[in-house]
């Protein structure tokens, strides 16, 4: 089915009562949103970007500018336009912030923000209430830490009701390691009283095997969000496959540059999608120490500058300890969780301290 570029008409969204096939819509607020409805996007462009897997509005918006040019063989400058105009048609339908708004309108954004709770009170607490929505929050520690385990944790609570600090909403959940385990998801939700099917059934897996094939999901992210109704997803880790294929010095740049592009990629989406995302990272290990310190996490300044919040986790004896290394807002503490049946879970003495905050006595 063609399409045609809806040239002036530009300015009302397309309300879509004719369905169209091959090219997905983006739904927002009773209005659908086709790539066609972008200004200055014809039946040509519109082909070439669904044969880039660019096949909805969202994804032109949060497109980059040198992968597009690239992808669809145009300018730069032609790519900016394209995906300006894209932004341009999001802003209309208020699906982006206008560039400048008032600071009430932020207030107003920010309260839509969910926090979905970790499953342990003390990391909780640390979160100032748990993983948010509208941010991207990067767990980063040696093997054995934790990470993985805070993430199947997380998959069970989100899919709790807001009322219970879960998200109401589904999991995506990125594997790049080949470490996401059914079962043990299965445990966590049984060991907290939540029906495991449910939780099974929310979390949607994809197993991915190289960098491309991580690159690829995640320019298709926004239309998977809206597929599975995902309000969290997790990319366990988000830098494995890109470190073990760009290992050499002089792979380095192109390494970063393509890491920066999925981090800004994630970010992007979080915002406009209201959704938490959870990465995993390493630290620095000896044959690859380029700054000389074993806790700095792998990836240099692109995925820490990037990330909302990160927090490193380190193992003591049974126990693990997460600190606050940046946040905008939190303070810079630490705190301490365990691994169990329950996926992350309080120390018994921690349970009961976070009890007596709760019932108001310090
Ligand atoms: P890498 O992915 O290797 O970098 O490590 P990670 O930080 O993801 O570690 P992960 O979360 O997988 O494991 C942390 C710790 O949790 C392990 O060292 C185990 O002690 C514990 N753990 C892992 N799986 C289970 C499980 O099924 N049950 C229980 N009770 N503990 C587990
Ligand atoms: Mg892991």
């Known amino acids: 089915m063609k399409h045609k570029h809806s040239g002036s008409e530009k300015d009302i969204p397309h309300q879509s009562d004719n369905k169209v096939e091959d090219e997905k819509s983006f739904h927002v607020r009773d209005i659908d949103l086709y790539l066609h409805d972008v200004e200055g996007i014809g039946p040509t462009t519109t082909k070439k970007l669904k044969e880039a897997g660019i096949t909805s509005v969202i994804d032109l918006a949060v497109a980059s500018i040198d992968q597009l040019a690239v992808d669809i063989n145009c300018s730069k400058d032609s790519a900016a336009l394209f995906i300006m105009a894209a932004q341009k048609l999001l802003r209309e339908s208020n699906v982006l912030e206008k560039e400048f708004v008032t600071a009430d309108f932020v207030l107003e954004k920010r309260n839509s923000m969910l926090r979905c709770s970790t499953g342990s009170k003390s990391l909780d607490e640390l979160l100032l209430g748990g993983i948010e929505t509208q941010a991207v929050t990067e767990f980063y520690g040696e093997f054995g830490s934790g990470k993985s385990q805070i993430c199947h944790t997380l998959c069970a609570m989100a899919s709790r009701p807001l009322s219970e600090k879960g998200l109401d909403g589904g999991v995506i959940y990125i594997d790049t390691e080949g470490t996401f385990r059914p079962e043990r998801l299965q445990e966590i939700a049984?060991?907290?009283?939540?029906?495991?099917?449910?939780?099974?059934?929310?979390?949607?897996?994809?197993?991915?095997?190289?960098?491309?094939?991580?690159?690829?999901?995640?320019?298709?992210?926004?239309?998977?969000?809206?597929?599975?109704?995902?309000?969290?997803?997790?990319?366990?880790?988000?830098?494995?496959?890109?470190?073990?294929?760009?290992?050499?010095?002089?792979?380095?740049?192109?390494?970063?540059?393509?890491?920066?592009?999925?981090?800004?990629?994630?970010?992007?989406?979080?915002?406009?999608?209201?959704?938490?995302?959870?990465?995993?990272?390493?630290?620095?290990?000896?044959?690859?120490?380029?700054?000389?310190?074993?806790?700095?996490?792998?990836?240099?300044?692109?995925?820490?500058?990037?990330?909302?919040?990160?927090?490193?986790?380190?193992?003591?004896?049974?126990?693990?300890?997460?600190?606050?290394?940046?946040?905008?807002?939190?303070?810079?503490?630490?705190?301490?969780?365990?691994?169990?049946?329950?996926?992350?879970?309080?120390?018994?003495?921690?349970?009961?301290?976070?009890?007596?905050?709760?019932?108001g006595s310090d």
């Not at 760009?246 to 992007?268: E, M, P, W, Y």
């Not at 989406?269 to 630290?283: D, G, L, P, R």
């Open 190 to 359: 049984t060991s907290r009283g939540f029906v495991p099917l449910e939780v099974l059934k929310n979390t949607v897996v994809c197993k991915v095997y190289n960098s491309s094939h991580l690159e690829l999901i995640i320019k298709d992210l926004g239309g998977y969000l809206n597929k599975f109704k995902a309000k969290l997803v997790v990319i366990d880790s988000i830098i494995s496959l890109h470190r073990a294929e760009f290992s050499g010095r002089g792979t380095l740049a192109d390494r970063q540059q393509r890491l920066n592009s999925i981090l800004h990629k994630l970010v992007r989406v979080a915002e406009i999608f209201n959704v938490a995302i959870v990465i995993t990272n390493q630290v620095l290990s000896s044959p690859d120490t380029f700054f000389g310190d074993p806790t700095k996490a792998a990836g240099g300044n692109v995925i820490g500058h990037t990330s909302t919040y990160r927090i490193y986790l380190r193992k003591s004896g049974e126990n693990r300890i997460a600190k606050m290394i940046d946040s905008p807002y939190h303070p810079y503490s630490d705190t301490r969780f365990t691994v169990n049946e329950k996926g992350i879970d309080d120390l018994e003495d921690s349970t009961n301290r976070a009890k007596e905050l709760e019932g």
